[in-house]
C-alpha cells in the first residue's frame, strides 16, 4: 500500500497539476566595465545585490551569485543597489528583468509575453558616480492616458519636450495609465520618453489592462511585456522607490476594479521592507490613492496593512494618480496611520489634464485642464533633507502656479461680497494664501472648496455655443483641495486697481501672481 501511495506522489508531481511548483533558478549580477552587454573574463560579480521575483528577495554572494526559485510566469528582477545603474535597453529603458514564461503567456488581443526562460538570467551594472547622496530629482508623470497617435502626439510635444529642458534630473516615474486601453501604443510611449535620457520605472493603472483576460493575474500581460515587472523597488543612498500595481480588476463585477494589493506583493514588502534601516525614506508610487474618492476606492484592510509596513520609517512618501486632479493628502488616525507624523500622500496632476480636451491653441495642442482647474503637466519631486514639489503646467508654462479669477468691472461703493478667486495649483491645505491691492498691506485669503471660476466659465461657454468649439468640450468643473477668496474692496477710487496674491507653500515655495479689477461710478 505504501507503494501505490509512494507512485500516485510522483505521478501527481509529474502532472500538469504541478506546473504551479517553485523550480530553482541562479544566475549572476556582474559590472560590465566595457559595457558591451554581456559578461567577459574578468568582469567582477556584485555582491549584495538584491534580486527578486515578486515575492521573495535573494542577495548575490561575493562572485555576485544569487539563488532563487520561480514559477512560471514570473518576471524575475533586479533591485537596483545605490551607486549604481543599468545598461539600457533597445526600448529606452533600464534593463533589469526578465520574463520566465518557458511556454509564453496565452495570446491576447494586444499581443502577448514570448516563450523564454529566466533560470539562467545574468544582470549587467554600471557604476554611477553622480549617486554621492547629494540632494536629487526625480521627474513624476501621471495618466498621459493617449488613446491614438494624436495624443501621443500631444503627450510628446505638451509634457516631454519641455521637461526635456529641466538638467539634472536622476530618474523618471510615471504612475498609471500610461495609455488609454489602447495597449499597441506601448512602443510609441516608450519612444516619446528616450527623448529625455533618464531611468524609468512604471506602475500600471486601470487603463493598462488586458480587458480580454478572465482574472487579475493575468491583466498585466503586455504591460509586463512592454514595460516589466508590476512590483519595482529601486535604491539611491538613504532612499527606497517601490512602484506597484494597485489595481485589482474584477471582471464582470461593478465597479469593474477596486484600488488594493495582491498576497504576493504584501509577500515581496515584507521581505523588502524588514530589511530597510528606519532611517530609509521610501517612496511608495501607485496609480489609485490611498485616500477615500469618495468611498472605499481602495480597499481598507489593504491600506492598513501597508501603513502598518510603512509606519517605522522616517517620513515616508505617497505619490499616486487617477484622478485627474492635484492635491496633497495627508493620512492620520481617521484612516489607520499611527506614525509620527502624518503620512503625506502627494497625488499628482495628469499629463493629459482633463482627458486632453478643450480649445486647442496656436500649436493645434488642447486646453486639457483638469476638473479642479488645474493646468495638465507633470511634477518634479526634489529628495535632500526634506521632500519638496514643484508642479509644471504643460508646455513650458512653468511662470502658470497661480490661476487667478478677477470679480472684473464693479460699482463703486458697492457691497463688497465680489471675490478675488486664487487656484494655487501645486499648494497643500494649509498654504499661506495672501491678497494685497495697490501695493498695499497683505491680508489673509480664505480657502474654499467650490470649482474653478475660469473652468466654470469655459463650461458655460461651451453650453451657450451653437456647435462644439473642440473634439471634446472641457470636464465640468468641480471642487478642488487648492483654491482660496477674498472679497476686493469697493470704496477706492474709481479706475483699475492692482491686485497681488503670493502663495507660501512648504512644498512649493512662495509664488506671486498678479490681476486686477475695475470700479466704476454708476450714474442713473
Known sequence: MHAVRHLLWILLLL?????????????RVYLDANGNGRRDAGE??????????????????????????????????????????????????????????????????????????????????????????????????????????????????????????????????????????????????????????????????????????????????????????????????????????????????????????????????ENYLAALTPETRVVVSLHIPLFDDPGETFRHADRARLFALLERFREPL???????????????????????????????????????????????????RMEDGTPNGYAIVRFGESVTTRYHASRARDDLRIGLSSPGPLRRGAYPAYPVVANVYGAEPDAVVEMRIDGGDWRPMARVDEPDPQLAAINIDDARAQDLRAFDRAVVARSGKHLWAANVPTDLEAGEHQVEVRARSRFEGETTARTSYRLIDWIE
Open 318 to 368: 505617497i505619490l499616486s494618480s487617477h484622478t485627474h486632479s492635484q492635491r496633497h493628502h495627508f493620512h492620520g488616525p481617521e484612516s489607520g496611520w499611527n506614525g509620527a507624523l502624518p503620512l503625506h500622500e502627494y497625488n499628482v496632476g495628469a499629463a493629459c489634464g482633463g482627458y486632453w480636451s478643450g480649445l486647442r491653441d496656436a500649436e493645434g495642442l488642447p486646453d486639457a
Open 44 to 269: 567582477a560579480g556584485v555582491a549584495g545585490v538584491k534580486v527578486s521575483n515578486g515575492r521573495d528577495i535573494a542577495l548575490t554572494d561575493a562572485a555576485g551569485r544569487y539563488r532563487i526559485t520561480l514559477r512560471d510566469g514570473d518576471t524575475l528582477f533586479v533591485i537596483k543597489p545605490p551607486g549604481y545603474r543599468f545598461p539600457t535597453s533597445a526600448a529606452g529603458l533600464p534593463a533589469f528583468w526578465a520574463h520566465h514564461f518557458p511556454k509564453g503567456s496565452q495570446t491576447l488581443r494586444y499581443g502577448r509575453i514570448a516563450p523564454g526562460s529566466a533560470r539562467r538570467a545574468q544582470f549587467a551594472l554600471h557604476v554611477d558616480a553622480g549617486e554621492d547622496g547629494s540632494p536629487f530629482e526625480v521627474l513624476v508623470i501621471t495618466d498621459p492616458q493617449t488613446k491614438n497617435a494624436r495624443e501621443l502626439d500631444y503627450y510628446a510635444r505638451s509634457i516631454v519636450a519641455p521637461a526635456a529642458r529641466h538638467a539634472g534630473i536622476a530618474l523618471g516615474m510615471t504612475l498609471g495609465d500610461l495609455v488609454d486601453d489602447a495597449l499597441d501604443l506601448h512602443a510609441g510611449f516608450n519612444e516619446a520618453n528616450k527623448a529625455l535620457n533618464l531611468p524609468w520605472l512604471h506602475a500600471p493603472g486601470n487603463h493598462d489592462i488586458d480587458f480580454d483576460v478572465q482574472d487579475d493575474a493575468d491583466s498585466l500581460t503586455n504591460y509586463r511585456r512592454s514595460f516589466g515587472p508590476d512590483t519595482v523597488a529601486w535604491e539611491r543612498p538613504g532612499h527606497a522607490f517601490i512602484a506597484l500595481d494597485d489595481v485589482i480588476y474584477r471582471p464582470g463585477q461593478k465597479p469593474a476594479y477596486v484600488g488594493g494589493f495582491r498576497e504576493d506583493q504584501f509577500r515581496f514588502l
Open 15 to 27: 502532472s500538469p497539476l504541478a506546473a504551479w511548483a517553485d523550480s530553482p533558478a541562479s544566475g
